[in-house]
């Protein structure tokens, strides 16, 4: 074991020790080990005293050269991830993807600089990629509409699915939050669900409507005629749902009406018309969860031109003044 495979190691235990989610864990493991690949391929270092901030910034423009799943963290993985046979092996890798890297990249080096005391902080000057964010796409009612009819719902998978893309439009809540929730979790009283297993750790509840609460219901007893499972949503056998197993098929819905849509979208989409709807962006940052109200805005003020347009109609000060 090299001495920054070392200090890898040490840096992977710390994060387990802080509780991060296995999604960070295993993002932080294979941007890093990929790095300590490169530096010791292409440079032969294998000390992170001996890491400066130029090859770095070699690295990310290799990350721009090279096609995805053209290189590995362990070759073993090859035999059962068959990464060549992908129908995006060899395209350009993300902008989105590169920025995580350097991200993770940074968040080693500054933990190392801090805890183990090396001399130089290669990562000090160096910036994070800028990331062009795409403009995500407000569903319209009329194309909702069409995707939901998709769903048959004279079937348990049908309902099950078209309740699920209902409560994530309702919510605002992750899809991996709606596939964990319980009966139990539900309180129609205060037409509330509580969120036990969030990204942040931290629970929290999101509200649902009149109109939700009655499907709900009429779902419950639908569930508790044909399943005893645990989870509000769960497969035939009465499993949890896997989340691709709902992304294939609200995005199949979706391909048959010429829509293209999958989980986060109806986060998004729900985020985007409860500010166009007269909600506030403070009580949108509790629902979604987020750590600040700034974390909301930067995610989802994104809107365009013709949306901000509706929206001052309904606001304009001449249009709401008697003069």
């Known amino acids: 074991m090299t001495g920054l495979e070392f200090e890898l190691d040490n840096f992977m235990l710390y994060c387990t020790s802080r509780n991060l989610s296995k999604k960070t864990l295993a993002s932080y493991e294979q941007a890093l080990k990929l790095f300590c690949n490169y ?182 007893k639908y569930h508790d005629r044909y399943s005893n499972s645990l989870y509000l949503f769960p497969t035939i056998r009465g499993t949890q749902l896997d989340i691709r197993g709902y992304e294939r098929a609200l995005k199949q819905a979706g391909a048959n009406v010429g829509v293209q849509i999958h989980p986060h979208q109806l986060r998004n989409n729900f985020a985007k018309y409860y500010i166009l709807n007269g909600g506030d962006w403070f009580s949108l940052c509790r629902i979604l969860g987020h750590s600040s109200v700034e974390v909301t805005q930067k995610s989802y003020a994104d809107f365009s031109d013709l949306e901000v347009g509706k929206k001052y109609q309904q606001h304009s000060p001449l249009s709401t003044m008697d003069i």
């Open 39 to 220: 530096l010791q391929e292409h440079f032969n270092i294998v000390d992170a005293n001996n890491v400066q901030s130029g090859h770095i910034r070699q690295y990310i423009k290799y990350l721009q050269d090279r096609g995805k799943y053209t290189v590995v963290s362990r070759e073993q993985s090859k035999q059962s991830n068959f990464p060549n046979n992908r129908t995006d092996h060899g395209k350009q890798v993300s902008m989105i993807t590169i920025a995580n890297y350097v991200r993770n990249i940074k968040v080693f080096f500054n933990w190392l600089h801090d805890e183990r005391g090396i001399t130089n902080n290669p990562v000090a000057k160096v910036a994070i990629p800028k990331i062009e964010r795409k403009m995500k796409t407000l569903l319209t009612p009329e194309q909702l509409k069409k995707v939901l009819a998709q769903f048959e719902t004279t079937t348990f998978t049908g309902y099950r699915n078209w309740m699920i893309t209902r409560l994530l439009l309702d919510t605002g809540c992750r899809i991996s939050e709606c596939l964990s929730i319980q009966p139990e979790h539900i309180d129609f009283n205060h037409k509330s669900i509580l969120i036990v297993n969030p990204k942040n750790k931290q629970e929290r509840y999101v509200y649902f409507s009149f109109k939700l609460s009655g499907e709900l219901k009429s779902w419950l």
